[in-house]
């Protein structure tokens, strides 16, 4: 059973839905612009047989808040507040396309929360040609000034980012979507070499791989969750 929930005080109200037995390890499930909590339900199902599953809605999305502040920065502190909030961590953290970004910005800024890390089809953080979206007709499940203010930090990143990708201690899992996603599958190999121990697998089935892909996406992550944990004390940090 997936029960609905919000998380209140010090911030945005967080909605996040959670399933999974109780007792299990917590894995958080970060989802990509535009989307929310729902998108993760073909794959929900059979993480849950193994964690203890919180996805979320970022600000700005869904039944979270739109206070009309956004950046980066404070969807990674807005995750963080919702781990404090819950007493969660370590935890394992999965994060597609913008969510992957938010996730290895808080793995990089406090290590010693994040046990492993799954990245869904996300590039290194560099400078790109920036685009001016177009706004889709009729309502929005998101803020669309959240997607403008987004849209400029990912067209010109912190080079900090790129600089602290070192920092990540997490065990690290990128899964790449091959030719067909329009995220530059250079960057995302580059990404998964920069971090520590980072591995890569493809799933070629363009940008949206858990959705598209769910059975390969779950079995290859359910793997890599399941693997035993690395013992190397050269791989654990302070925050």
Do not use: C, K, N
């Given at each position: 059973m997936v029960d609905h929930r919000l998380v209140d005080g010090g911030g945005p109200?967080?909605?996040?839905?959670?399933?999974?037995?109780?007792?299990?390890?917590?894995?958080?499930?970060?989802?990509a612009l535009g989307e929310g909590a729902a998108d993760w339900e073909s794959v929900t199902p059979d993480l849950?047989?193994?964690?203890?599953?919180?996805?979320l809605d970022l600000r700005g999305h869904g039944r979270s808040d739109w206070p009309g502040d956004y950046s980066l920065e404070l969807m990674r502190a807005d995750v963080l507040?919702?781990?404090?909030?819950?007493?969660?961590?370590?935890?394992d953290l999965i994060g597609h396309s913008l969510g992957g970004i938010v996730a290895y910005l808080l793995a990089q800024d406090r290590p010693r929360r994040v046990s492993r890390l799954?990245?869904?089809?996300?590039?290194?953080?560099?400078?790109?040609?920036p685009s001016t979206p177009t706004r889709p007709?009729?309502?929005?499940?998101?803020?669309?000034?959240?997607?403008?203010?987004?849209?400029?930090?990912?067209?010109?990143?912190?080079?900090?980012w790129l600089e602290r990708l070192g920092r990540?201690?997490?065990?690290?899992?990128?899964?790449?979507g091959g030719p067909d996603s329009h995220v530059p599958q250079t960057g995302v190999a580059e990404l998964a070499r920069l971090i520590p121990g980072g591995h890569m697998v493809t799933i070629p089935v363009g940008h949206l791989v858990h959705d598209a892909?769910?059975?390969?996406?779950?079995?290859a992550v359910v793997a890599f969750l399941s693997a035993q944990e690395d013992a190397d004390p050269a791989r654990r940090s302070l925050d």
């Open positions: 109200r967080l909605a996040y839905r959670v399933s999974g037995p109780r007792d299990a390890p917590p894995l958080v499930l970060l989802h849950a047989r193994i964690r203890r599953v919180y996805a507040r919702f781990l404090d909030a819950l007493e969660l961590g370590p935890v799954v990245l869904e089809d996300v590039s290194t953080p560099r400078p790109r040609e007709e009729g309502d929005l499940g998101f803020d669309w000034e959240m997607v403008l203010a987004v849209r400029r930090q990912i067209d010109r990143p912190d080079p900090g990540i201690t997490a065990r690290t899992l990128v899964v790449a892909a769910p059975e390969a996406f779950t079995a």
